[in-house]
């Protein structure tokens, strides 16, 4: 982990695993169940290989057998139930603290795992020797509730018939939920897997098909992948079900599989992927790693993307026809980043976890190169800004984002990351939006480092890094040099130093060592006399997510003469820098200016101070430091800017900046910029918004027709009825774009009343009548979409007299047409469903709004039933958002209720992630406001959600853990009973859980803690018993008595139902971690 | 006037004659007679106006049989002509074309009833041919409602149309069946269609509806695919995708790869696409 010492990887293990088999031999899809065996091939690296620790989770586990002796087996999950179901301690930081101790007790990374295996004492001489151990283990799964994802449809039929499928998914590592295996990005081996299925069904894994056998009574068949080249487990999948098959017209080792009737789609959103192929083989001068690529669409896919050795799996919903526009970039964009993580995530995988932030960063910045290609220059600076935005935005509110954390010791002390609410030592731990923005740091990072030592060295690098792994990957096991394939972030850097001969060492101490960002504050006077720019630049390093930076800055200044760049140093206690002035004013001569790019232009130099040669200034234009500035100059610079400039990220900083100038000038700057269609259509759709700001600031001047009107009437409108548009032809995407944004933008305009001007409206409303998609090519799914959600954009709260109550008859004139309109679309979409059900969503979100504004009666009802299983996924989250909204302003415990346990029982990974996701966005109440909901049964509720409910998604546990975050903050909740009554409860643990009175009411929590009371002494005794058996196996060899134990008792587990089974792996867990602990 | 009808009375004896014999063979005497007396009043008025003061009873019988046959074959003619063209109330057109068959001239319509100039003949007609008629039988006045082509109101018509149509369809359906409401008190004005979960969501979510798909069709059937097999256009309902690559042969997706390889040469060599294997007696590694 340290990269000082990891010239070479050290194995954390006593062995090392070369070949590892994986046979399903059966998938029930009615029960859902999975039977199989996997066959590990390890090479002892010690002498006395004693103990083989893997990883398993859930699964039932009938033998393990080494080189064909019974061996007897320890299964323990300390993360199933991670505080002690006797405790009543309810404060985060004790929880994050257990909870990273009870990942890191079965870290495979640290060498440890759930399931300990004792090697028969015959084998021990062998290990002398360091002869092969052959590791056989048989297991089964039974209704997973996480590793695997079934999909079965309720209708009548096969279960080809059906549409039935199974992925496999998770977050980072999660294969140990679906096969006992080394569950580590650092262990590689080579693979065979055979998944036996129904004969009507495919099953797609990784590696290369060999052959495909039926069964003997033909009606099965097996599938045979062999994967030759080293991979990690946490990059195998598997895919089942009866996927239609499409070879890929431009590579026919690339095969595309989905759900049946969906090929239509599947060859037109396929159409375009040889391209990225190309594009990546040509920019990494490397042959793409694997023989095959197959790519996997699945419903109810865990996320829209996860990448796998040699295969992708993704979300069904991103197949579209070619009548869809704006899916179109979206799938693309999702299928370049798959194949990015292809190269660097799949194939070269990291070392340890500290070392994620190279392979995400890489894999991230070559996608970043794809984007530029792809959709221009534009797009991918756009894109960037908005990466890095994002990434200040959140790190400014949340604390720092640490790329390579170190730990020294593995003390608690030294947590790098104090301020954040659960530990950033693990991936398991991680708050979902916490990796996500990492993930856009680590790009943003490798950005910076390609603007170092230029993108020709870069790619080199990455050409060095892929041929080292080739070369290693095709190598035997015993020449040691799989380890080749790892990358490390000291391997990283060393390779970058080696081919650039630059020192990037502080840039790297800077934003991968430490957290944070930079935030700068510049203004500027004209120092006329000395014709000197007097630039200041603060720094704010103390506030939380900010850093101090000392270094180079680059400020470009736009001047009469031309634009000049300047370095300026930032260091320690200079804050004034001078900048010589290279022209005079000297407004009289006409001459043209000259820009950046060299091109010359008039300007209309009117507005400019008389004084100053300045026309703008820019402060780090490249986006080379990982910052915010707020930078003040008068508004006709903004406006220059805006104009003449034409870097996109200029003319976005100069549009966010006029919001704070209502004047006519800022009015026509925009207006001029709107109609420039040589102009990034994403500029001219942000000056949309930003104009409607500036119109409604400007409200009692304004002159003319309400904003952007008679802008759209030019544009969209008939020339000889301008009241209505034209038939639909999107055929350019940038008006397009344009089109479906100024109504949106236009329903946001007031007036005077600060009601949306009745012009306006009309305006909207005739563009929905006369909305004609005969003629056009494209579907207009998005465009009504867009404008319902105008409609919604020009509500206002209702004039509400004696809070009467809402009915019919006193609905307000012009929201009875709204009404009108989305009615009709509602139910209109019910009999011609669109595309991924854009319209129904904008309705629902336009009846929340008429709730919240007291036009109609709030009511849940109406998106309880669209959130149910069974409706569009797109549709459910947005019922479900306005079902979270709904419970905030009602302050519903009911529905707070009903969306908990939605989060808990929805049969999609993705919607109970999502209703977590939402309800933390906007909770019902936050740990700083009294709110009726806060008591203690939701406390209860939530701490045994966090703590034993979601022991099978990690994803969903941290989503947990940060929804308890955001309600209770980090101490004990307030409103728990008194806190000296909680302090007591902590001295004296035990003896309080044996008071009857502060029993915990709920479920598992009640049973556990009556066994704790001795009711049932029988069960008690006998697991205590168990478990001391094992303590004893696995202290001293084993004897042919105790094999028979323990096969006889693992035996009884099969036979168990789930929930006692898991109760007995907690009483293991309980027992034996103070043990455990001993050890670690 | 009553010269030519003297004059013409003669070659029309025969058929009066007929006609007269079978009048009073008929029950109806009575009023034949009161006919026959209002023609010998007319012959009688038409003889004084004439300058005869007296006549023979002989004479006036004569004319008046005359002039009874003569009105008679004018009535069966124009009777003949109008069920000719299949009508069966005679028109004045009728009876002229009868007083031409007739060859007596055409009566000369009244100044009262003739409107407009009368184009006169062109040279190339001879002038024996019958006059043009009046102008406004055959002139068209142009006058048209201005057709909808004004952009504006068609717009206005179709989104009208189809948002009516939305409304009315949207409303059925509502009624028939399950309803979610946003207002307790009322649960009729903004009916919604209740939410009902599906077994596969993600189908209609994300597969392009039959309408749309065919407008797709409609813009760009530029390309077909025109290799299929059978076999594998059964097992997929939805329709191909216009720009679908050839080279693809698609699976059933049951996964069970067909044991007969595709025909073509370049035979892809893919692991999923090879048949499946015979269990051998072996055991499994």
């Known amino acids: 982990m340290n990269r000082k010492k990891d010239k070479g990887f050290e194995s954390p293990r006593p062995f090392k695993l070369t070949h590892q088999v994986v046979c399903i031999n059966n998938i029930n899809f009615q029960r859902k169940s999975v039977i199989g065996y996997v066959e590990l091939t390890i090479f002892p690296t010690v002498v006395n290989l004693n103990r083989i620790k893997l990883n398993s989770k859930q699964c039932r586990i009938y033998r393990v057998r080494v080189n064909d002796l019974e061996a007897p087996f320890l299964y323990n999950d300390p993360t199933l139930e991670v505080c002690h179901h006797e405790s009543k301690q309810r404060n985060l930081n004790y929880f ?74 998770g977050y980072q590592n999660s294969t140990r939920f679906w096969f006992p295996c080394v569950d580590s990005y650092s262990e590689l081996c080579t693979w065979k897997l055979e998944f036996t299925v129904d004969a ?140 990015a993580q292809q190269f660097f995530g799949c194939f070269i995988s990291r070392m340890s976890w500290a070392d994620e932030w190279v392979l995400k960063g890489i894999s991230g910045y070559i996608y970043g190169l794809y984007l530029k290609k792809t959709f221009g220059v534009n797009e991918y600076r756009h894109w960037i800004k908005e990466e890095l935005d994002k990434i200040v935005e959140y790190e400014l509110k949340m604390g720092g984002v640490l790329l390579h954390p170190t730990f020294s010791g593995g003390k608690e002390k030294d947590n790098p990351t104090p301020h954040l609410h659960f530990s950033i030592k693990h991936p398991h731990t991680l708050s979902w939006e916490y990796y996500k923005m990492f993930q856009c740091k680590a790009h943003l990072v490798m950005r910076l480092i390609e603007n170092r030592i230029s993108m020709e060295f870069m790619l080199q690098v990455f050409n060095k890094l892929l041929s080292l792994a080739s070369t290693a990957s095709s190598q035997k096991y015993q020449s040691h040099m799989w380890s080749q394939m790892l990358l490390s972030t000291h391997a990283f850097l060393k390779s970058i130093s080696n081919v650039s001969g630059k020192d990037i060492g502080p840039l790297i101490k800077q934003w991968v060592d430490q957290s944070s960002v930079v935030k700068f504050f510049g203004s500027f006077a004209f120092n006329r006399k000395r014709n000197v720019l007097e630039l200041e630049i603060r720094q704010d390093y103390t506030s939380s997510g900010t850093q101090k930076y000392v270094g180079p800055i680059k400020v470009t200044v736009q001047e009469l003469d031309g634009s000049f760049n300047h370095m300026l140093q930032i260091e320690e206690n200079s804050l004034k820098h001078d900048i010589p002035c290279h022209s005079k004013s000297r407004r009289n001569k006409k001459k043209k200016i000259p820009l950046m790019n060299g091109e010359e232009v008039d300007m209309d130099l009117s507005a400019m101070d008389a004084d100053s040669p300045l026309l703008w200034i820019r402060i780090d234009p490249d986006m080379s430091i990982l910052r915010k500035v707020e930078f003040e100059q008068a508004d006709f610079m903004w406006q220059y800017q805006l104009r003449y400039e034409r870097d996109v990220v200029a003319q976005e900083e100069a549009i966010s900046a006029l919001e704070k100038f209502p004047t006519p000038a800022s009015r026509l700057a925009l207006t001029d910029i709107l109609e420039q269609e040589q102009c990034f259509y994403k500029v001219r759709m942000q000056a949309c918004f930003c104009l409607a700001k500036i119109a409604n600031a400007m409200v009692s001047t304004w002159q003319g027709p309400p904003a952007m009107k008679s802008l759209f009437t030019r544009m969209f409108c008939c020339k000889s009825c301008p009241n209505i548009v034209k038939t639909n032809n999107f055929i350019n995407f940038q008006s397009y774009f344009l089109q479906k944004t100024m ?73 009875r047409l709204i009404l009108e309109e989305i009615t009709r679309f509602l139910n209109m979409e019910k009999l011609l469903p669109s595309f991924r059900n854009t319209i129904t969503i904008s309705c629902l979100r336009a009846i929340r709004q008429l709730q919240k504004n007291g036009h109609i009666p709030s009511d849940p009802s ?200 898991h109760k007995h792996m907690a009483e293991h867990r309980r027992a034996t971690s103070t043990g455990h602990l001993g050890h670690y | 006037m009553a010269d030519p009808a003297v004059a013409s009375g003669g070659p029309l004896n025969a058929g009066a004659r007929g006609s007269a014999g079978k009048a009073t063979s008929s029950p109806a005497e009575n009023y034949l007679l009161a006919r026959r007396r209002t023609l010998q009043v007319v012959v009688s008025a038409l003889l004084t106006e004439s300058g005869f003061e007296s006549a023979e009873k002989a004479a006036v019988e004569t004319l008046t049989e005359m002039l009874q046959s003569y009105i008679t074959e004018i009535g069966r003619c124009a009777k003949a002509y109008c069920e000719h063209t299949a009508r069966s109330v005679p028109t004045l057109s009728d009876t ?115 309408l749309e798909l065919q407008a797709l069709e409609e813009t760009d059937s530029s390309e077909q695919d025109d290799q299929t097999d059978g076999e594998n256009t059964a097992g997929n309902a939805i329709t191909d995708d216009p720009g679908a690559d050839k080279e693809n042969s698609m ?35």
């Open chain 1, 862 to 1061: 109406l998106f309880k039933s669209y959130a149910q299983y069974g409706h569009f996924v797109d549709l459910r989250i947005a019922a479900l958002e306005a079902l979270v909204d709904y419970t905030r302003v009602e302050r519903s415990s009911a529905e707070l209720q009903w969306l908990l346990s939605m989060a808990q029982n929805d049969p999609v990974h993705y919607v109970r992630h999502k209703i977590l996701g939402m309800l933390c966005k906007n909770p019902p109440f936050t740990k700083t406001t009294d709110s009726a909901l806060c008591n203690e049964a939701l406390v209860d509720q939530l701490w045994k959600f966090m703590n034993s409910g979601t022991s099978h998604d990690w994803r969903l546990r941290c989503d947990a853990v940060n929804l308890y975050y955001m309600l209770f903050g980090l101490t004990r909740p307030s409103c728990l009973p008194l806190p000296e009554l909680g302090l007591v409860l902590n001295l004296k643990e035990k003896k309080a859980v044996l008071n009857p009175t502060i029993k915990p009411e709920l479920g598992v929590g009640a049973f556990n803690t009556m066994e704790d009371e001795d009711i049932d002494m029988e069960t008690v005794h006998d697991s205590q018993a168990f478990i001391h058996h094992h303590l004893n196996l696995l202290e001293r060899p084993s004897t042919p008595g105790t094999h028979t134990h323990t096969h006889t008792h693992t035996h009884t587990h099969t036979h168990t139902l789930p929930n006692p089974l």
């Open chain 1, 200 to 339: 009507s069904m495919v099953a797609v894994s990784c590696g290369d098909l060999v052959e495909t056998i039926y069964t003997h009574d033909m009606r099965k068949k097996t599938f045979h992948y062999v994967l030759p080249i080293p991979t990690a487990a946490p990059n195998i999948s598997l895919a089942v079900g009866p996927f239609e098959i499409l070879v890929d017209p431009y590579m026919h080792e690339v095969t595309h599989f989905c759900l049946p009737q969906l090929l239509p789609l599947l060859k037109h959103s396929m159409s375009y992927l040889h391209e990225i192929f190309e594009f990546y083989e040509e920019i990494l001068t490397c042959r793409y790693p694997y023989s095959c690529f197959k790519t996997v669409f699945v419903d109810e896919a865990y996320v829209q993307v996860s990448s796998y050795a040699s295969m992708s799996i993704f979300s069904t919903n991103l197949l579209h026809s070619a009548m869809i526009i704006d899916q179109t970039p979206q799938t693309r964009r999702c299928l370049a980043q798959a194949l």
């Open chain 1, 96 to 169: 994050s603290s257990a909870y990273t101790a009870a990942v890191s007790a079965v870290d495979p990374d640290a060498g440890h795992g759930e399931l300990v295996i004792k090697v028969p004492s015959e084998l021990w001489k062998q290990g002398d020797d360091l002869k092969v151990l052959k590791v056989y283990i048989e297991f089964s799964l039974d209704q997973p509730k996480g590793g695997l994802h079934f999909v079965v449809p309720d209708v009548e039929g096969s279960m080809a018939e059906r549409g039935a499928h199974v992925f496999s998914f």
């Open chain 1, 743 to 815: 109504p949106v933008a236009m329903a946001l305009l007031r007036d005077g009343q600060n009601i949306c001007p009745k012009d306006v409206l009309n305006f909207i409303l005739d563009l929905i009548k006369y909305n004609d998609n005969r003629k056009n090519k494209f579907s207009d799914n998005y465009y009504r979409a867009d404008l319902i959600e105008a409609l919604t954009n020009s509500l206002t709260p209702a004039m509400s007299i004696n809070n009467e109550v809402r009915t019919v008859d006193n609905l307000n004139a012009d929201v």
């Open chain 2, 96 to 210: 002229v074309v009868t007083l031409i068959e007739m060859v007596t001239n055409a009566p000369v319509t009244p100044k009262a009833l003739s409107a407009g100039q009368k184009r006169t003949h062109p040279a190339h007609i001879p002038s024996h041919f019958p006059e043009f008629p009046d102008p406004h039988t055959y002139i068209k006045t142009p006058t048209f409602r201005e057709p909808v082509s004004d952009y504006q109101v068609v717009r206005e018509k179709a989104a009208t149309q189809r948002r009516d149509v939305e409304r009315a369809l949207t409303r059925f359906i509502a009624k028939t069946g399950e309803t979610q409401s946003l207002f307790k008190d009322d649960i009729t004005t903004f009916p919604l269609i209740a939410a009902q979960p599906s077994t596969i969501p993600y189908l209609s979510a994300l597969l392009p509806s039959e």
């Open chain 2, 251 to 285: 699976l059933p997706p049951s996964g069970v790869v067909p044991s007969t390889k595709a025909s073509e040469d370049n035979v892809i060599d893919n692991p999923y696409l090879r048949p499946v294997k015979k269990p051998k007696v072996r055991r499994k590694k």
